[in-house]
Nanobody, 124 residues
Framework: QVQLVESGGGLVQAGDSLRLSCAASGRTDRRYSMGWFRQAPGKEREFVGAISWGGGRTAYADSVKGRFTISRDNVKNTVYLRMNSLKPEDTAVYYC?????????????????WGQGTQVTVSS
């Protein structure tokens, strides 16, 4: 079992940056692929980015490619999502997720563990 806690969300203006963190606890001795997803009001939860256990492979949604960067520190059991050039359409609750895997996982239904989410609001 892995527990995930996100932090770093907030209210920012368009063009600003934020860095989200996701701290993992519990069975952190396994190799997990980590992902970030987001859900806006009235919409389905969508994939944002993912990173393999070793950090060597990443994947991003087209809507965030070039603006968002996912990274991880396995010593601290923490995954980060750096978000630059934020847009109002990035407004959502952001969730991190984990699944035991050696590769990068992008499918929402493939993830086993989820955090409670952190709100990101981008004003125009």
């Amino acid at each position: 079992q892995v527990q995930l806690v996100e932090s770093g969300g907030g209210l920012v203006q368009a063009g600003d940056s934020l860095r989200l963190s996701c701290a993992a606890s519990g069975r952190t001795d396994r190799r997990y692929s980590m992902g970030w997803f987001r859900q806006a009001p009235g919409k389905e939860r969508e994939f944002v980015g993912a990173i393999s256990w070793g950090g060597g492979r990443t994947a991003y949604a087209d809507s965030v490619k070039g603006r968002f960067t996912i990274s991880r520190d396995n010593v601290k059991n923490t995954v980060y999502l750096r978000m630059n050039s934020l847009k109002p359409e990035d407004t959502a609750v952001y969730y991190c997720a984990a699944v035991p895997s050696n590769t990068v996982v992008t499918g929402r239904t493939e993830y086993d563990y989820w955090g409670q989410g952190t709100q990101v609001t981008v004003s125009s």
